[in-house]
Protein backbone atom coordinates (compact mmCIF):
# COMPACT_ATOMS: atom_id res chain seq x y z
CA UNK A 1 0.00 0.00 0.00
CA UNK A 2 1.49 3.13 -1.01
CA UNK A 3 2.21 5.79 2.08
CA UNK A 4 -0.31 8.32 1.02
CA UNK A 5 -3.01 6.19 0.54
CA UNK A 6 -2.39 4.39 3.76
CA UNK A 7 -2.65 7.82 5.68
CA UNK A 8 -5.49 8.58 4.06
CA UNK A 9 -7.69 5.40 4.57
CA UNK A 10 -6.26 5.48 8.55
CA UNK A 11 -7.26 9.33 8.74
CA UNK A 12 -10.72 8.29 7.75
CA UNK A 13 -11.21 5.40 10.16
CA UNK A 14 -9.04 8.24 12.84
CA UNK A 15 -10.65 11.41 12.73
CA UNK A 16 -14.60 10.31 13.92
CA UNK A 17 -12.86 8.60 16.99
CA UNK A 18 -10.36 11.53 17.73
CA UNK A 19 -12.37 13.01 20.35
CA UNK A 20 -13.36 9.92 21.75
CA UNK A 21 -9.64 9.01 22.30
CA UNK A 22 -8.35 12.41 23.79
CA UNK A 23 -11.51 11.86 26.00
CA UNK A 24 -10.17 8.57 27.09
CA UNK A 25 -6.86 9.36 27.34
CA UNK A 26 -7.11 12.53 29.64
CA UNK A 27 -9.13 10.78 31.97
CA UNK A 28 -7.18 7.76 31.95
CA UNK A 29 -3.24 9.10 31.97
CA UNK A 30 -1.56 10.35 35.61
CA UNK A 31 -1.27 13.62 34.11
CA UNK A 32 -2.38 15.50 31.53
CA UNK A 33 0.77 16.82 30.70
CA UNK A 34 1.29 13.40 29.29
CA UNK A 35 -1.57 13.15 26.83
CA UNK A 36 0.15 14.24 23.77
CA UNK A 37 3.01 11.84 24.03
CA UNK A 38 0.67 9.03 24.58
CA UNK A 39 -1.77 9.59 22.16
CA UNK A 40 0.95 10.11 19.90
CA UNK A 41 2.79 7.01 20.78
CA UNK A 42 0.04 5.18 20.08
CA UNK A 43 -1.39 6.76 16.83
CA UNK A 44 2.65 6.14 15.85
CA UNK A 45 2.07 2.11 16.43
CA UNK A 46 -1.85 2.06 15.00
CA UNK A 47 -0.31 3.49 11.96
CA UNK A 48 2.94 1.59 11.65
CA UNK A 49 0.32 -1.65 12.36
CA UNK A 50 -2.37 -0.46 9.83
CA UNK A 51 -1.60 -3.07 7.56
CA UNK A 52 -2.35 -5.71 9.41
CA UNK A 53 -5.83 -3.94 10.46
CA UNK A 54 -8.38 -5.77 8.18
CA UNK A 55 -10.90 -4.06 6.80
CA UNK A 56 -14.35 -4.04 7.75
CA UNK A 57 -13.83 -5.40 11.26
CA UNK A 58 -13.90 -3.07 14.24
CA UNK A 59 -11.20 -0.38 14.02
CA UNK A 60 -12.32 1.62 17.07
CA UNK A 61 -11.45 -1.01 19.08
CA UNK A 62 -8.58 -2.04 17.15
CA UNK A 63 -7.20 1.40 18.01
CA UNK A 64 -8.25 1.76 21.54
CA UNK A 65 -6.79 -1.55 22.24
CA UNK A 66 -3.34 0.35 21.00
CA UNK A 67 -4.23 3.55 23.28
CA UNK A 68 -4.74 1.50 26.21
CA UNK A 69 -1.70 -0.33 26.23
CA UNK A 70 0.54 2.79 25.92
CA UNK A 71 -1.75 4.76 28.38
CA UNK A 72 -1.02 1.20 30.53
CA UNK A 73 2.66 1.87 29.88
CA UNK A 74 3.12 5.07 30.63
CA UNK A 75 1.62 5.08 33.86
CA UNK A 76 3.50 2.40 34.97
CA UNK A 77 6.54 3.78 34.07
CA UNK A 78 5.40 7.08 35.84
CA UNK A 79 5.01 4.67 39.27
CA UNK A 80 8.15 3.10 38.81
CA UNK A 81 9.46 6.86 38.38
CA UNK A 82 7.57 8.44 41.54
CA UNK A 83 7.71 5.87 43.86
CA UNK A 84 3.93 5.78 44.48
CA UNK A 85 1.02 3.31 44.47
CA UNK A 86 -1.45 3.08 42.76
CA UNK A 87 -4.85 0.80 43.62
CA UNK A 88 -4.21 -2.87 42.31
CA UNK A 89 -5.96 -5.20 39.83
CA UNK A 90 -6.79 -7.58 42.72
CA UNK A 91 -8.32 -10.75 41.83
CA UNK A 92 -11.66 -10.31 42.22
CA UNK A 93 -14.60 -13.18 41.39
CA UNK A 94 -16.33 -12.56 38.06
CA UNK A 95 -19.92 -13.15 39.53
CA UNK A 96 -19.52 -10.32 41.89
CA UNK A 97 -23.52 -8.87 41.61
CA UNK A 98 -24.32 -5.74 42.47
CA UNK A 99 -26.89 -4.89 45.50
CA UNK A 100 -30.28 -4.45 44.43
CA UNK A 101 -30.75 -1.04 45.83
CA UNK A 102 -27.64 0.78 45.29
CA UNK A 103 -27.01 3.64 48.16
CA UNK A 104 -27.70 6.79 46.22
CA UNK A 105 -28.50 9.96 47.94
CA UNK A 106 -32.30 11.28 46.55
CA UNK A 107 -31.12 14.20 44.74
CA UNK A 108 -28.72 12.41 42.56
CA UNK A 109 -31.46 10.11 41.35
CA UNK A 110 -34.13 13.05 41.03
CA UNK A 111 -32.18 15.91 39.90
CA UNK A 112 -28.86 14.34 38.69
CA UNK A 113 -27.98 17.12 35.97
CA UNK A 114 -27.89 19.37 39.48
CA UNK A 115 -25.63 17.82 41.48
CA UNK A 116 -23.11 16.75 38.29
CA UNK A 117 -22.96 20.20 37.43
CA UNK A 118 -21.86 21.51 40.61
CA UNK A 119 -19.38 19.02 41.35
CA UNK A 120 -18.07 18.04 37.76
CA UNK A 121 -14.01 17.84 39.35
CA UNK A 122 -15.62 15.36 42.54
CA UNK A 123 -16.76 13.11 39.95
CA UNK A 124 -13.35 12.82 37.90
CA UNK A 125 -11.51 12.69 41.12
CA UNK A 126 -13.93 9.91 41.62
CA UNK A 127 -12.69 8.26 38.84
CA UNK A 128 -9.67 8.53 39.63
CA UNK A 129 -9.89 6.85 42.42
CA UNK A 130 -11.51 3.62 41.02
CA UNK A 131 -9.11 0.45 40.42
CA UNK A 132 -7.78 0.46 36.77
CA UNK A 133 -9.34 -1.68 35.30
CA UNK A 134 -12.62 -0.68 36.86
CA UNK A 135 -11.64 3.01 35.54
CA UNK A 136 -11.07 1.53 32.02
CA UNK A 137 -13.89 -0.05 31.99
CA UNK A 138 -16.54 2.66 33.27
CA UNK A 139 -14.47 4.71 30.46
CA UNK A 140 -14.78 2.79 27.52
CA UNK A 141 -18.63 2.58 27.96
CA UNK A 142 -19.16 6.06 28.81
CA UNK A 143 -16.47 7.81 26.61
CA UNK A 144 -15.99 4.79 23.86
CA UNK A 145 -19.49 3.72 23.56
CA UNK A 146 -17.98 -0.35 23.13
CA UNK A 147 -20.23 -2.66 24.11
CA UNK A 148 -19.30 -5.39 26.87
CA UNK A 149 -17.30 -7.80 24.36
CA UNK A 150 -15.75 -4.80 22.60
CA UNK A 151 -14.67 -3.92 25.82
CA UNK A 152 -13.30 -7.35 26.98
CA UNK A 153 -11.32 -7.58 23.69
CA UNK A 154 -9.48 -4.08 23.88
CA UNK A 155 -8.68 -5.14 27.49
CA UNK A 156 -7.64 -8.55 26.93
CA UNK A 157 -9.84 -9.72 29.87
CA UNK A 158 -12.92 -12.27 30.01
CA UNK A 159 -16.14 -10.22 29.56
CA UNK A 160 -17.07 -11.42 33.09
CA UNK A 161 -14.51 -9.04 34.30
CA UNK A 162 -15.93 -6.03 32.49
CA UNK A 163 -19.35 -6.74 33.91
CA UNK A 164 -18.49 -6.69 37.42
CA UNK A 165 -15.71 -4.04 37.00
CA UNK A 166 -18.33 -1.75 35.58
CA UNK A 167 -21.26 -2.64 38.15
CA UNK A 168 -18.44 -1.71 40.69
CA UNK A 169 -17.29 1.35 39.05
CA UNK A 170 -20.97 2.45 39.08
CA UNK A 171 -21.15 1.97 42.59
CA UNK A 172 -18.71 3.48 43.79
CA UNK A 173 -19.23 6.57 41.42
CA UNK A 174 -22.20 6.65 42.66
CA UNK A 175 -21.02 6.38 46.20
CA UNK A 176 -18.56 8.97 46.13
CA UNK A 177 -21.72 11.64 44.48
CA UNK A 178 -23.83 10.72 47.24
CA UNK A 179 -21.47 11.62 49.89
CA UNK A 180 -20.47 14.52 48.34
CA UNK A 181 -24.07 16.00 47.90
CA UNK A 182 -24.89 14.75 51.37
CA UNK A 183 -22.01 16.65 53.12
CA UNK A 184 -23.44 19.90 50.52
CA UNK A 185 -26.91 19.39 51.97
CA UNK A 186 -25.76 19.35 55.65
CA UNK A 187 -23.47 22.13 54.79
CA UNK A 188 -26.14 24.00 53.96
CA UNK A 189 -28.25 23.08 56.64
CA UNK A 190 -26.08 24.29 58.82
CA UNK A 191 -25.18 27.56 57.48
CA UNK A 192 -29.48 28.30 57.42
CA UNK A 193 -29.85 27.05 60.89
CA UNK B 1 -39.97 -12.91 37.05
CA UNK B 2 -39.90 -10.88 40.60
CA UNK B 3 -39.03 -7.21 41.61
CA UNK B 4 -35.96 -7.76 42.85
CA UNK B 5 -34.74 -10.62 40.27
CA UNK B 6 -35.70 -7.73 37.39
CA UNK B 7 -33.85 -5.07 39.92
CA UNK B 8 -30.70 -7.69 39.58
CA UNK B 9 -30.86 -7.26 36.06
CA UNK B 10 -31.03 -3.54 35.84
CA UNK B 11 -26.85 -3.07 34.52
CA UNK B 12 -27.68 -5.09 31.59
CA UNK B 13 -31.05 -3.75 30.28
CA UNK B 14 -29.46 -0.32 30.88
CA UNK B 15 -26.88 -1.37 28.84
CA UNK B 16 -28.82 -3.22 25.87
CA UNK B 17 -26.60 -6.14 26.80
CA UNK B 18 -27.72 -9.63 27.51
CA UNK B 19 -29.29 -12.26 25.73
CA UNK B 20 -33.41 -11.03 24.19
CA UNK B 21 -34.93 -13.27 26.45
CA UNK B 22 -33.83 -11.65 29.38
CA UNK B 23 -34.87 -8.11 28.10
CA UNK B 24 -38.38 -9.71 26.98
CA UNK B 25 -38.93 -11.38 30.91
CA UNK B 26 -37.47 -7.39 32.32
CA UNK B 27 -39.58 -5.24 29.42
CA UNK B 28 -42.83 -7.72 31.19
CA UNK B 29 -41.64 -7.13 34.46
CA UNK B 30 -41.38 -3.16 33.72
CA UNK B 31 -44.82 -3.18 31.52
CA UNK B 32 -46.72 -4.43 34.43
CA UNK B 33 -44.95 -2.82 37.64
CA UNK B 34 -44.70 1.03 37.69
CA UNK B 35 -42.62 1.04 40.62
CA UNK B 36 -39.53 -0.79 38.65
CA UNK B 37 -40.72 0.75 35.74
CA UNK B 38 -39.67 4.22 37.25
CA UNK B 39 -37.06 2.81 39.29
CA UNK B 40 -35.27 1.81 36.24
CA UNK B 41 -35.88 5.49 34.66
CA UNK B 42 -33.82 6.88 37.30
CA UNK B 43 -31.13 4.84 37.28
CA UNK B 44 -30.91 5.17 34.12
CA UNK B 45 -31.30 8.76 33.80
CA UNK B 46 -28.73 8.70 36.58
CA UNK B 47 -26.28 6.70 34.67
CA UNK B 48 -27.19 8.88 30.95
CA UNK B 49 -26.29 11.73 32.92
CA UNK B 50 -22.80 10.51 34.46
CA UNK B 51 -21.69 8.84 30.90
CA UNK B 52 -22.54 12.54 29.57
CA UNK B 53 -20.31 14.29 31.85
CA UNK B 54 -17.84 11.66 31.39
CA UNK B 55 -17.65 11.95 27.92
CA UNK B 56 -17.57 15.76 27.77
CA UNK B 57 -13.83 16.95 28.27
CA UNK B 58 -12.28 19.96 27.05
CA UNK B 59 -10.36 19.31 23.82
CA UNK B 60 -6.80 21.28 22.55
CA UNK B 61 -7.74 22.16 19.19
CA UNK B 62 -4.13 21.47 17.84
CA UNK B 63 -3.55 18.48 20.00
CA UNK B 64 -4.38 16.09 16.74
CA UNK B 65 -2.69 18.40 13.75
CA UNK B 66 0.39 17.52 16.04
CA UNK B 67 -0.08 14.52 17.43
CA UNK B 68 -0.84 13.03 13.41
CA UNK B 69 2.15 14.87 12.47
CA UNK B 70 4.87 13.41 14.72
CA UNK B 71 3.19 10.07 14.25
CA UNK B 72 4.08 10.05 10.42
CA UNK B 73 0.47 9.94 9.77
CA UNK B 74 -0.44 13.19 8.94
CA UNK B 75 0.92 16.04 6.55
CA UNK B 76 4.37 17.03 7.93
CA UNK B 77 5.50 20.44 7.28
CA UNK B 78 7.87 20.30 4.82
CA UNK B 79 11.88 20.80 6.26
CA UNK B 80 13.61 22.48 3.50
CA UNK B 81 13.70 24.13 0.20
CA UNK B 82 10.66 26.31 1.03
CA UNK B 83 10.09 29.36 2.14
CA UNK B 84 8.46 30.05 5.56
CA UNK B 85 4.94 29.75 5.49
CA UNK B 86 5.23 27.99 2.25
CA UNK B 87 3.78 24.90 1.00
CA UNK B 88 4.61 22.79 4.20
CA UNK B 89 2.73 25.40 6.31
CA UNK B 90 -0.03 25.61 4.25
CA UNK B 91 -0.51 21.66 4.22
CA UNK B 92 -0.66 21.79 7.87
CA UNK B 93 -3.36 25.12 7.67
CA UNK B 94 -5.52 22.74 5.57
CA UNK B 95 -5.51 19.89 7.83
CA UNK B 96 -6.45 21.95 10.97
CA UNK B 97 -8.80 23.52 8.45
CA UNK B 98 -10.13 20.22 7.88
CA UNK B 99 -9.94 18.32 11.20
CA UNK B 100 -12.04 21.70 12.52
CA UNK B 101 -14.55 21.51 9.82
CA UNK B 102 -15.30 18.46 10.96
CA UNK B 103 -15.20 18.63 14.26
CA UNK B 104 -17.56 21.76 13.71
CA UNK B 105 -19.58 19.05 11.54
CA UNK B 106 -20.10 16.76 14.26
CA UNK B 107 -20.98 19.09 16.50
CA UNK B 108 -24.43 18.92 17.68
CA UNK B 109 -24.44 22.37 19.48
CA UNK B 110 -23.59 23.81 15.82
CA UNK B 111 -26.33 26.32 14.66
CA UNK B 112 -26.18 26.99 11.12
CA UNK B 113 -26.27 23.42 9.95
CA UNK B 114 -27.52 23.16 6.19
CA UNK B 115 -31.57 23.07 6.22
CA UNK B 116 -32.45 20.27 4.22
CA UNK B 117 -35.69 18.79 1.92
CA UNK B 118 -35.60 15.74 3.95
CA UNK B 119 -35.34 17.47 7.13
CA UNK B 120 -38.09 20.25 6.21
CA UNK B 121 -40.39 17.15 5.37
CA UNK B 122 -39.67 15.21 8.62
CA UNK B 123 -40.10 18.32 10.65
CA UNK B 124 -43.28 18.85 8.80
CA UNK B 125 -44.68 15.03 9.93
CA UNK B 126 -43.41 15.54 13.38
CA UNK B 127 -45.15 18.63 13.68
CA UNK B 128 -48.42 17.28 11.93
CA UNK B 129 -48.63 14.52 14.18
CA UNK B 130 -47.94 16.15 17.30
CA UNK B 131 -50.64 18.43 16.55
CA UNK B 132 -53.47 15.88 15.29
CA UNK B 133 -53.60 16.64 11.88
CA UNK B 134 -52.00 13.26 10.39
CA UNK B 135 -53.60 10.16 11.40
CA UNK B 136 -52.74 8.72 14.35
CA UNK B 137 -52.98 5.11 13.39
CA UNK B 138 -51.62 3.26 16.39
CA UNK B 139 -50.90 3.78 20.12
CA UNK B 140 -49.14 1.69 22.15
CA UNK B 141 -46.11 2.07 24.88
CA UNK B 142 -45.21 -1.34 24.15
CA UNK B 143 -41.98 -1.50 21.76
CA UNK B 144 -43.03 -5.11 20.81
CA UNK B 145 -46.49 -4.26 19.94
CA UNK B 146 -45.35 -1.06 17.93
CA UNK B 147 -42.62 -3.61 15.81
CA UNK B 148 -45.30 -6.04 15.31
CA UNK B 149 -47.56 -3.64 14.24
CA UNK B 150 -45.23 -2.52 10.98
CA UNK B 151 -45.36 -6.24 10.03
CA UNK B 152 -46.69 -6.62 6.54
CA UNK B 153 -47.20 -2.69 6.57
CA UNK B 154 -44.02 -1.54 5.43
CA UNK B 155 -41.46 -3.72 3.16
CA UNK B 156 -38.79 -3.28 5.99
CA UNK B 157 -38.57 -4.39 9.56
CA UNK B 158 -39.04 -1.24 11.93
CA UNK B 159 -37.43 -1.46 14.84
CA UNK B 160 -38.31 0.88 18.58
CA UNK B 161 -34.63 2.11 19.85
CA UNK B 162 -33.48 0.06 22.99
CA UNK B 163 -35.14 2.59 25.37
CA UNK B 164 -31.98 2.08 27.65
CA UNK B 165 -29.83 3.33 25.31
CA UNK B 166 -31.51 6.57 24.68
CA UNK B 167 -34.26 7.39 26.95
CA UNK B 168 -36.74 6.97 23.69
CA UNK B 169 -40.34 5.71 25.28
CA UNK B 170 -42.53 5.10 22.27
CA UNK B 171 -46.35 6.08 22.28
CA UNK B 172 -47.26 5.26 18.92
CA UNK B 173 -46.69 4.70 15.36
CA UNK B 174 -47.99 5.38 11.59
CA UNK B 175 -47.50 4.64 7.92
CA UNK B 176 -47.08 7.73 5.77
CA UNK B 177 -45.44 8.55 3.05
CA UNK B 178 -42.30 10.01 1.72
CA UNK B 179 -42.19 11.35 -2.18
CA UNK B 180 -43.74 8.11 -3.30
CA UNK B 181 -41.93 5.74 -0.69
CA UNK B 182 -43.57 3.72 2.22
CA UNK B 183 -42.13 5.21 5.15
CA UNK B 184 -42.82 4.27 8.78
CA UNK B 185 -42.40 6.51 11.76
CA UNK B 186 -42.60 6.12 15.75
CA UNK B 187 -44.06 8.66 18.03
CA UNK B 188 -42.46 8.97 21.33
CA UNK B 189 -40.65 11.14 23.93
CA UNK B 190 -37.26 11.59 25.39
CA UNK B 191 -37.59 13.29 28.66
CA UNK B 192 -40.06 15.54 28.24
CA UNK B 193 -39.49 16.32 24.65
CA UNK B 194 -41.99 14.83 21.70
CA UNK B 195 -39.57 12.73 19.11
CA UNK B 196 -40.32 11.02 16.09
CA UNK B 197 -38.45 8.38 14.18
CA UNK B 198 -38.90 7.97 10.19
CA UNK B 199 -37.68 4.86 8.59
CA UNK B 200 -37.45 4.77 5.20
CA UNK B 201 -35.96 3.13 2.16
CA UNK B 202 -32.68 3.90 1.41
CA UNK B 203 -33.80 4.53 -1.82
CA UNK B 204 -36.26 7.45 -1.02
CA UNK B 205 -33.12 9.52 -0.41
CA UNK B 206 -32.92 9.74 -4.73
CA UNK B 207 -35.26 12.26 -4.06
CA UNK B 208 -32.57 14.33 -1.81
CA UNK B 209 -28.99 14.01 -3.02
CA UNK B 210 -27.67 16.70 -0.83
CA UNK B 211 -28.54 14.90 2.11
CA UNK B 212 -27.47 11.48 0.49
CA UNK B 213 -24.02 13.00 -0.68
CA UNK B 214 -23.50 14.19 2.69
CA UNK B 215 -24.16 10.99 3.89
CA UNK B 216 -21.63 9.30 2.00
CA UNK B 217 -19.22 12.02 2.73
CA UNK B 218 -19.59 12.02 6.52
CA UNK B 219 -21.97 9.06 7.90
CA UNK B 220 -24.94 11.12 9.95
CA UNK B 221 -26.06 14.39 9.30
CA UNK B 222 -27.13 17.15 11.69
CA UNK B 223 -30.07 19.73 10.10
CA UNK B 224 -32.01 22.27 11.68
CA UNK B 225 -35.80 22.74 10.41
CA UNK B 226 -37.43 25.15 11.67
CA UNK B 227 -38.00 24.83 15.40
CA UNK B 228 -37.09 21.42 15.06
CA UNK B 229 -33.69 19.65 15.34
CA UNK B 230 -32.87 16.27 12.77
CA UNK B 231 -30.34 14.11 12.76
CA UNK B 232 -30.15 11.31 9.53
CA UNK B 233 -28.15 8.28 9.21
CA UNK B 234 -28.40 4.88 6.73
CA UNK B 235 -28.51 1.86 8.18
CA UNK B 236 -28.65 -1.37 5.98
CA UNK B 237 -31.38 -1.17 3.25
CA UNK B 238 -32.94 2.32 5.12
CA UNK B 239 -32.33 5.75 6.05
CA UNK B 240 -33.42 6.66 8.96
CA UNK B 241 -34.34 10.47 10.79
CA UNK B 242 -35.08 11.42 14.02
CA UNK B 243 -36.56 14.85 14.80
CA UNK B 244 -37.58 17.13 17.96
CA UNK B 245 -37.33 19.79 19.73
CA UNK B 246 -34.90 18.58 21.57
CA UNK B 247 -31.05 18.52 22.25
CA UNK B 248 -29.20 17.51 18.90
CA UNK B 249 -27.16 15.09 20.78
CA UNK B 250 -30.23 13.70 22.57
CA UNK B 251 -31.42 13.15 18.65
CA UNK B 252 -28.02 11.79 17.82
CA UNK B 253 -28.04 8.91 20.89
CA UNK B 254 -31.72 7.90 19.61
CA UNK B 255 -30.30 7.35 15.93
CA UNK B 256 -27.31 5.42 17.33
CA UNK B 257 -29.61 3.37 19.26
CA UNK B 258 -31.43 2.32 16.80
CA UNK B 259 -28.44 0.78 14.65
CA UNK B 260 -26.89 -1.00 17.55
CA UNK B 261 -29.22 -3.98 16.53
CA UNK B 262 -27.38 -6.92 15.81
CA UNK B 263 -28.53 -6.71 12.34
CA UNK B 264 -27.08 -3.37 12.34
CA UNK B 265 -23.56 -3.97 13.18
Same mark, same amino acid.
Given at each position: ?????????????????????????? %???????????????????????????????????????????????????? %????????????????????????????????????????????????? %??????? @??????????????????????????????????????????????????????????? | ?????????????????????????????????????????????????????????????????????????????????????????????????????????????????????????????????????????????????????????????????? %???????? @???????????????????????????????????????????????????????????????????????????????????????????????
Amino acid at each position: MAKSAKAERFLEHLQPLQRKLEGYCR %RMSYSADAVPDILQSAVASAFRDFDLYAEGTNFPAWVFGYLHREIQNANRRH %RKHQQVGEPADVAAPDHWSPPHELPVHQLLLDAPEVVLDRCDADLAGGV %RLLRPVE @RSVLLLHAVGEFKYREIAEILGVPIGTVMSGLARARQHVREHLAAIATEADSTRTRGGA | MTCAEARQHWHLYHDSEGDVALHAEVAAHLADCPTCAEWFHLQSQLERQIAAHLATDRADPGLWARVLASAGAGPLPTRSGGRPGGRGALAVATFVASVGLLVWWFSPNRRDAVDTGLARATAGLHERVQSGREPFEFASTSDREVEEYFKGRVPFPVRCPP %RADAGFFV @RGAGVTDIDGQPAAYLRGRVGGTAVSVLVLPRAALDAFPAQRAALRQYGIVHAPAGAYATVLREFDQNAVVVVGAADPAALARVINAYGSYPEHE
